[in-house]
């Protein structure tokens, strides 16, 4: 039996392990193999081969994934969409129809309002901070809710301790993108979730080096996801789950430092003169900070912000910030700097990015791992002093 490690730090570093270590390697080795000998499987879907995410590399991700969120079982795919869409697809079918979250990740978004009807399914957006609106929504034909954990990118944090009760009282099955928490600040499982889903890509690995995604909670889901992946192909390359692997060790470390810096750019930016809102759960002018408080370990290390000038005094803040690297990702080693309404959430309507409170000017802001007071001095700077 393998051993129960009980903190989430030893789990990172020794949970899925392969015992005894292969050839006494410390680190696992890549598999670069498509295919092994077979070994008298008698169901398709155990035979190893890299689509069907079964190989040496993959079973000692899903292992240690599965242990970091204390979930039965636990999933690696092609990237965070393919765990998304592959997860969602996974329990619903056509006829069905899906209560999401109004404000998400804007491939989330997309698939929703561009792609779920050539599949037969449809959706209701939901106000995540409203529960007593939910029932209002709700179909014969419903059969499951979605969420993020802080929504992307205004920082939002719905009642999710409501999500789980709604969904056990009314038959659905939840799922939640913990993607900016991270299984450091949030652990889905522990509170209900039936499916917590992953941008690999993000905090998990945190070096900008690959995209992956994953899916971890109750075993007969993510079994059936498994099935639903090995048949749309979106597996993980055993490359690819080698750095994973690999990045996943430093995640106690990268993401307890980023919470701190990140509650610190944000106090910095909420006492400047040309900085007109700040979204960030950690800050006590949140609006749900109480209740973040009480859900998550941390606060995370993203942040989104407005100034007084508008388009224009956004981007000559990026055009100025020397530190930040403009680009459309997050959770890595380096600082990043975007405006949603130009990459991630490109793809909704204006008007749809109105709605929701995504306006053109938003700032998205990704802490990484640089010194905090060289950022503020730099942000500063940025800002014109």
């Given at each position: 039996?393998?051993?129960?490690?009980?903190?989430?730090?030893?789990?990172?570093?020794?949970?899925?392990?392969?015992?005894?270590?292969?050839?006494?390697?410390?680190?696992?080795?890549?598999?670069?193999?498509?295919?092994?000998?077979?070994?008298?499987?008698?169901?398709?879907?155990?035979?190893?081969?890299?689509?069907?995410?079964?190989?040496?590399?993959?079973?000692?991700?899903?292992?240690?994934?599965?242990?970091?969120?204390?979930?039965?079982?636990?999933?690696?795919?092609?990237?965070?969409?393919?765990?998304?869409?592959?997860?969602?697809?996974?329990?619903?079918?056509?006829?069905?129809?899906?209560?999401?979250?109004?404000?998400?990740?804007?491939?989330?978004?997309?698939?929703?309002?561009?792609?779920?009807?050539?599949?037969?399914?449809?959706?209701?957006?939901?106000?995540?901070?409203?529960?007593?609106?939910?029932?209002?929504?709700?179909?014969?034909?419903?059969?499951?809710?979605?969420?993020?954990t802080i929504s992307n990118p205004l920082m939002q944090v719905c009642d999710l301790q409501a999500v789980v009760r709604f969904a056990k009282e009314h038959g659905l099955v939840s799922l939640i993108d913990n993607t900016f928490a991270s299984p450091m600040n949030f652990r889905p499982p522990e509170w209900g979730f039936d499916l917590s889903l992953h941008s690999c890509t993000k905090y998990l690995n945190g070096h900008s080096d690959i995209v992956a995604g994953a899916v971890i909670g109750n075993a007969p889901w993510v079994e059936r996801t498994k099935r639903k992946l090995d048949h749309l192909g979106g597996s993980l390359d055993?490359?690819?789950?080698?750095?994973?692997?690999?990045?996943?060790?430093?995640?106690?470390?990268?993401?307890?430092?980023?919470?701190?810096?990140?509650?610190?750019?944000?106090?910095?930016?909420?006492?400047?003169?040309?900085?007109?809102?700040?979204?960030?759960?950690?800050?006590?002018?949140?609006?749900?900070?109480?209740?973040?408080?009480?859900?998550?370990?941390?606060?995370?290390?993203?942040?989104?912000?407005?100034?007084?000038?508008?388009?224009?005094?956004?981007?000559?803040?990026?055009?100025?910030?020397?530190?930040?690297?403009?680009?459309?990702?997050?959770?890595?080693?380096?600082?990043?700097?975007?405006?949603?309404?130009?990459?991630?959430?490109?793809?909704?309507?204006?008007?749809?990015?109105?709605?929701?409170?995504?306006?053109?000017?938003?700032?998205?802001?990704?802490?990484?791992?640089?010194?905090?007071?060289?950022?503020?001095?730099?942000?500063?700077?940025?800002?014109?002093?």
């Amino acid at each position: 039996m393998a051993p129960r490690y009980k903190c989430i730090e030893t789990k990172l570093v020794h949970a899925g392990e392969p015992e005894p270590r292969i050839l006494g390697a410390v680190s696992m080795p890549i598999f670069q193999s498509a295919m092994f000998e077979y070994a008298g499987e008698t169901d398709y879907h155990d035979l190893k081969y890299i689509r069907l995410n079964n190989t040496p590399n993959h079973v000692a991700l899903h292992e240690k994934l599965a242990a970091l969120e204390n979930a039965e079982a636990a999933l690696v795919t092609a990237s965070g969409m393919a765990a998304i869409s592959t997860a969602l697809l996974t329990v619903l079918s056509s006829g069905d129809h899906l209560l999401a979250q109004d404000c998400l990740y804007g491939g989330t978004h997309d698939l929703l309002t561009r792609d779920f009807s050539s599949f037969g399914l449809s959706y209701d957006f939901i106000d995540g901070d409203d529960p007593d609106s939910w029932k209002s929504k709700l179909r014969p034909n419903t059969k499951a809710i979605y969420v993020e954990t802080i929504s992307n990118p205004l920082m939002q944090v719905c009642d999710l301790q409501a999500v789980v009760r709604f969904a056990k009282e009314h038959g659905l099955v939840s799922l939640i993108d913990n993607t900016f928490a991270s299984p450091m600040n949030f652990r889905p499982p522990e509170w209900g979730f039936d499916l917590s889903l992953h941008s690999c890509t993000k905090y998990l690995n945190g070096h900008s080096d690959i995209v992956a995604g994953a899916v971890i909670g109750n075993a007969p889901w993510v079994e059936r996801t498994k099935r639903k992946l090995d048949h749309l192909g979106g597996s993980l390359d055993p490359h690819a789950c080698f750095l994973l692997h690999r990045g996943i060790k430093t995640l106690a470390l990268r993401v307890r430092f980023q919470n701190q810096s990140a509650l610190r750019i944000a106090q910095f930016l909420e006492r400047h003169r040309q900085v007109a809102r700040v979204n960030y759960p950690g800050l006590e002018s949140h609006p749900r900070n109480a209740r973040a408080g009480e859900l998550f370990n941390g606060f995370g290390g993203m942040l989104s912000f407005e100034l007084n000038g508008g388009v224009e005094a956004a981007q000559s803040f990026m055009k100025s910030a020397q530190l930040p690297v403009l680009a459309p990702s997050l959770g890595g080693i380096e600082t990043l700097l975007t405006r949603p309404a130009t990459t991630s959430h490109s793809g909704m309507a204006p008007e749809d990015r109105r709605r929701v409170g995504i306006s053109d000017s938003l700032i998205r802001v990704s802490v990484g791992i640089e010194a905090t007071e060289e950022l503020i001095e730099d942000f500063e700077q940025a800002l014109g002093g």
